[in-house]
């Protein structure tokens, strides 16, 4: 088997793969598809493993910003996973994912996440859950009951707004302190805008992007910096309630829209999840946002088969709002311990008490609360890719 860099010459083969695992693309899905492969190829980002001339598995990873707590890095998003059937139980889908791997951390990437279809192989390889993409069904009507003061100024997005709108979302996530959401790049995103089913409105500090589904609303992300802006969105969606009965959104799980509302006994809500991995410790520690009032220190010994450079105790420090992780020499009884799965879903904010009754957290417990403090978070996606 050999892997390398796919070109534009192997597209006939891409697609037939991945007709064989996903189904046939609908000709304007295709369309799409084929205008975003060029650059995503002219970078190489898109492996394939052959057998021969054949190809037999191919991925690519996806160019994202990623928000912890707050603050933005780059992130790996691994996508289009595909192997031939024939090629199924050969080890070639591991062998791709470790190529995968690999190239994240030479594109300078310290964080991974992707899509799973099945959680085994990811697991195998240092991924782990970590959050979801939350897909909640809202009564329209409740939407257009939300008020606002009328001041806010929306206006409708095009291409040319992606800097701008770009600008906002970074704002918003940094307010909020928020953990896991990405957002595309700027090219993407100018793709995007262009849509012309999709409904898209900006204002100084919030924006929604939406669209009619089956009679239904569909909302993408509504997000916003204040009240008043987030107010002003939700009620727009909301005034199409005289022919839409439902809406169904990508929210975050404390989304403020969930105490707009009037009513709030039951929610339909459903869950799409992701999972998460540390290509580089040290650097993702250093580009992790935390809480701006805690100083704290702890010991972590982190076992890493696929990164050994991610392997060894490690001194974390944090103290306003930044942190690093040091190399703290040979293994420590005083240590906790964690696989790279466990380090994954540490930093992503899921509770030490979680991760022991998983058996993803060993050793000494002295140090739980202070790791529970440091890395908080409710990580949510409200992209799926």
Same mark, same amino acid.
């Given at each position: 088997?050999?892997?390398?860099?796919?070109?534009?010459?192997? /597209?006939?083969? %891409?697609?037939?793969?991945?007709?064989?695992?996903?189904?046939?693309?609908?000709?304007?899905?295709?369309?799409?598809?084929?205008?975003?492969?060029?650059?995503?190829?002219?970078?190489?980002?898109?492996?394939?493993?052959? @057998?021969?001339?054949?190809?037999?598995? $191919? &991925?690519? %990873?996806?160019?994202?910003?990623?928000?912890?707590?707050?603050?933005?890095?780059?992130?790996?998003?691994?996508?289009?996973?595909?192997?031939?059937?024939? @090629?199924?139980?050969?080890?070639?889908?591991?062998?791709?994912?470790?190529?995968?791997? @690999?190239?994240?951390?030479?594109?300078?990437?310290?964080?991974?996440?992707?899509?799973?279809?099945?959680?085994?192989?990811?697991? =195998?390889?240092?991924?782990?859950?970590?959050?979801?993409?939350?897909?909640?069904?809202?009564? $329209?009507?409740?939407?257009?009951? %939300? +008020?606002?003061?009328?001041?806010?100024?929306?206006?409708?997005?095009?291409?040319?707004?992606?800097?701008?709108?770009?600008?906002?979302?970074?704002?918003?996530?940094?307010?909020?302190?928020?953990?896991?959401?990405?957002?595309?790049?700027?090219?993407?995103?100018?793709?995007?805008? $262009?849509?012309?089913?999709?409904?898209?409105?900006?204002?100084?500090?919030?924006?929604?992007?939406?669209?009619? =589904?089956? &009679?239904?609303?569909?909302?993408?992300?509504?997000?916003?910096? =204040?009240?008043?802006?987030?107010?002003?969105?939700?009620?727009?969606?909301?005034?199409?309630?005289?022919?839409?009965?439902?809406?169904?959104?990508?929210? *975050?799980?404390?989304?403020?829209?969930?105490?707009?509302?009037?009513?709030?006994?039951?929610?339909?809500?459903?869950?799409?999840?992701?999972?998460?991995?540390?290509?580089?410790?040290? /650097?993702?520690?250093?580009?992790?946002?935390?809480?701006?009032?805690?100083?704290? =220190?702890?010991?972590?010994?982190?076992?890493?088969?696929? +990164?050994?450079?991610?392997?060894?105790?490690?001194?974390?420090?944090?103290?306003? &709002?930044?942190?690093?992780?040091?190399?703290?020499?040979?293994?420590?009884?005083?240590?906790?311990?964690?696989?790279?799965?466990?380090?994954?879903?540490?930093?992503?904010?899921?509770?030490?008490?979680?991760?022991?009754?998983?058996?993803?957290?060993?050793?000494? @417990?002295?140090?739980?609360?202070?790791?529970?403090?440091?890395? *908080?978070?409710?990580?949510?996606?409200?992209?799926?890719?």
């Amino acid at each position: 088997m050999d892997t390398r860099e796919l070109t534009l010459d192997d /597209l006939d083969a %891409i697609l037939d793969i991945r007709k064989r695992s996903f189904g046939p693309l609908a000709p304007t899905e295709r369309e799409l598809w084929l205008k975003a492969m060029p650059p995503i190829m002219a970078e190489g980002r898109y492996l394939g493993v052959f @057998d021969g001339d054949r190809l037999a598995a $191919a &991925g690519r %990873i996806r160019a994202f910003t990623q928000w912890w707590y707050g603050r933005p890095q780059p992130m790996a998003g691994v996508a289009g996973v595909t192997v031939n059937p024939e @090629d199924r139980g050969r080890g070639v889908g591991t062998t791709l994912m470790t190529a995968l791997i @690999d190239k994240a951390a030479e594109l300078g990437d310290a964080v991974s996440a992707l899509y799973p279809a099945t959680t085994p192989i990811y697991r =195998s390889l240092g991924y782990e859950h970590a959050g979801a993409q939350n897909l909640i069904t809202l009564p $329209a009507d409740a939407l257009r009951r %939300i +008020r606002h003061d009328g001041q806010v100024k929306l206006r409708r997005m095009g291409p040319d707004d992606a800097p701008e709108l770009l600008s906002v979302i970074g704002r918003a996530h940094a307010g909020s302190r928020a953990s896991g959401p990405i957002t595309w790049d700027e090219r993407t995103w100018r793709v995007w805008l $262009a849509e012309e089913d999709d409904f898209l409105y900006l204002a100084d500090d919030g924006y929604a992007v939406y669209r009619w =589904s089956d &009679g239904d609303l569909e909302v993408d992300a509504v997000v916003a910096a =204040s009240e008043e802006t987030g107010r002003a969105l939700w009620s727009l969606i909301g005034s199409a309630s005289s022919i839409a009965q439902h809406v169904t959104a990508a929210v *975050a799980p404390d989304d403020p829209v969930l105490w707009l509302t009037g009513e709030r006994t039951k929610e339909t809500v459903k869950q799409v999840r992701w999972m998460h991995r540390l290509i580089d410790l040290p /650097l993702a520690v250093a580009r992790r946002g935390y809480p701006a009032g805690l100083t704290a =220190s702890a010991l972590l010994e982190v076992e890493d088969a696929q +990164r050994p450079g991610n392997s060894g105790v490690w001194r974390l420090e944090v103290s306003g &709002g930044s942190g690093t992780a040091a190399a703290a020499g040979g293994p420590s009884p005083e240590a906790a311990r964690l696989g790279a799965g466990g380090m994954a879903a540490l930093y992503a904010g899921v509770p030490t008490a979680t991760l022991r009754g998983a058996g993803l957290l060993s050793g000494p @417990d002295d140090s739980d609360e202070t790791l529970d403090a440091v890395f *908080a978070g409710r990580p949510y996606m409200l992209d799926y890719f």
